[in-house]
């Protein structure tokens, strides 16, 4: 008699030896988001953390981590979210739409990844240093300011810069934005900026103020209404009202605009301007992990003058084609986006010369004719051709 148990039986087997190493965690991750089982999930994420730990894929298991830890924040409930072996934290809400005001975080090890940048380093550490020795300081009769304000443009890493302390103090980060706390029912915004401080200042974390200038422009600013200069106000009678246990951070992309009192009120001030080429050479090798090491030199030569996050767009966008196609990274594609400045990119410039010329506007100490032809695979002759055309 035909035996179809024995049959599924050998199926199982076969299908069990060809299956990929990760495919029992992925499985079981699955299902246990399925039955929302938060436990189960975290334990079958850490099972898979480890395995590709062990397999050399540190990169990629602090990007699932990091991932992670970011969508369970996100799918809690926003009265009270909570870490593992942490206490529930309470996000407040708008009263009238009851939107959440702010976005609970957990920063973890992968935050940590980032370097600051030389220049702001030392006033970094500084900055940490007071606030984890504040009991200290305010023993011995002194003020501990733990008020951080960051401005710079787009781009240069404040947010991460958030983050980076956040992970540092081992503490979660409640981020405030300008679209959650700004109402248009007369009065809402400053209720909702004393309920977030309410419930920052109750518990033990970090709130972080992204895009000040929204709540805090100068109230000698002809173009706005009455209600926002109350707003600029209440912010500054909030964070007067606060003790140096709550940790505050600002970051404003646009420092011009804030009104002359909020300046007092935030005793440590870092400007993050674009990158150094030092801190470009570092964010190269953190986002190429290793692949064209010998190049990063000369990567970091060209992408002067760009943001971190411009960097990181051009990357990313190069590893993609690169896994679309089929086709390596190369010095090659890279130097030809970096030259582009992440613009429209097309598969090479118009000409060979075009492109070296433009290289050469970066550099031209740095990118000699030498360089140039070892950086693009051409003869010394070559480039000098190119060049001369």
Same mark, same amino acid.
């Given at each position: ?6 049959? &599924? +039986? ?12 990760? /495919?029992?965690? #992925? ?5 246990? $988001?399925?039955?929302? !089982?938060?436990?189960? =999930? ?6 898979? =953390?480890?395995? =590709?730990?062990? !397999? ?7 990007? #699932?981590?990091? @991932? /992670? ?11 009270? *979210? ?21 976005? *609970?975080?957990?920063? @973890? ?32 009769? %002194?003020?501990?300011?733990? &008020? ?57 974390? #970090? ?10 422009? $100068? ?5 706005? %209404?009455?209600?926002?200069? +109350? ?7 909030? #964070? ?13 992309? &646009? ?27 570092? *964010? /190269? ?13 000369? /990567? ?44 429209? +990119? ?26 140039? $032809?070892? %950086? ?14």
């Amino acid at each position: 008699m035909f035996d179809r148990n024995a049959e &599924h +039986r050998q199926k199982t087997v076969a299908v069990a030896k060809a299956e990929p190493r990760y /495919f029992v965690e #992925i499985l079981r991750i699955i299902e246990a $988001a399925s039955e929302h !089982d938060t436990e189960k =999930l975290r334990v079958f994420v850490k099972s898979l =953390l480890d395995k =590709l730990k062990d !397999d050399g894929f540190e990169h990629a298991a602090r990007q #699932i981590d990091r @991932t /992670f830890n970011r969508s369970r924040a996100r799918q809690l409930t926003p009265q009270s *979210l909570t870490h593992p072996g942490e206490q529930a934290v309470r996000v407040p809400v708008d009263a009238e739409t009851h939107v959440p005001l702010a976005d *609970l975080d957990f920063p @973890t090890e992968a935050d940590l990844d980032y370097e600051p940048d030389p220049n702001i380093h030392e006033r970094l550490v500084e900055f940490l240093q007071v606030v984890q020795q504040r009991d200290k300081l305010l023993a011995a009769g %002194l003020t501990a300011p733990t &008020h951080l304000l960051l401005d710079g443009p787009p781009g240069v890493g404040k947010t991460i810069t958030a983050r980076y302390v956040a992970a540092k103090l081992k503490m979660p980060l409640l981020t405030a934005r300008a679209d959650s706390l700004v109402s248009s029912y007369l009065g809402s915004t400053s209720k909702n900026i004393r309920a977030l401080f309410s419930a920052a200042a109750s518990q033990d974390c #970090i709130l972080f103020l992204d895009e000040l200038d929204a709540v805090g422009k $100068a109230r000698d600013d002809a173009h706005e %209404l009455g209600e926002l200069k +109350r707003v600029v106000i209440g912010l500054l009678q909030n #964070i007067d009202s606060t003790s140096s246990r709550l940790i505050l951070i600002a970051a404003t992309n &646009h420092q011009h605009l804030l009104d002359p009192a909020i300046w007092r009120r935030f005793p440590s001030h870092i400007r993050i301007g674009l990158p150094s080429q030092a801190f470009r050479l570092a *964010l /190269f090798r953190r986002f190429l992990r290793g692949s064209l090491s010998e190049s990063f030199e000369a /990567f970091a030569q060209a992408a002067v003058g760009m943001s971190g996050a411009k960097i990181r767009e051009i990357v990313t966008r190069e590893q993609i084609q690169s896994v679309l196609h089929d086709e390596p990274l190369t010095t090659r594609g890279m130097m030809i986006a970096l030259t582009l400045s992440g613009g429209s +990119r097309e598969p090479c410039p118009q000409t060979t010369g075009s492109l070296l010329r433009a290289i050469k506007q970066r550099n031209r100490a740095y990118f000699t004719n030498v360089r140039l $032809a070892n %950086l693009l695979g051409l003869s010394r002759s070559e480039v000098s051709a190119h060049l001369r055309s």
